[in-house]
């Protein structure tokens, strides 16, 4: 799941490069999500 927010990452540092305001916006927005269900996980699996 880090790997997957990584790419989505990247992809919107890409696409702000580029111009695509928009795409970078969901991208980043994809990202923030996965790396907080990534923490949420990590944490649950530490205390159990």
Do not use: D, H, N, R
Not at 3 to 15: D, G, P
Not at 34 to 39: G, I, R, Y
Request: no cysteine; glycine share 10%; proline share 0%.
């Amino acid at each position: 799941m880090l790997e997957l927010a990584i790419l989505f990452f990247i992809l919107a540092i890409v696409a702000g490069a580029l111009g695509a305001g928009g795409v970078a916006g969901l991208s980043m927005t994809i990202a923030k999500w996965l790396v907080l269900a990534f923490l949420v996980l990590a944490i649950i699996s530490l205390v159990l």
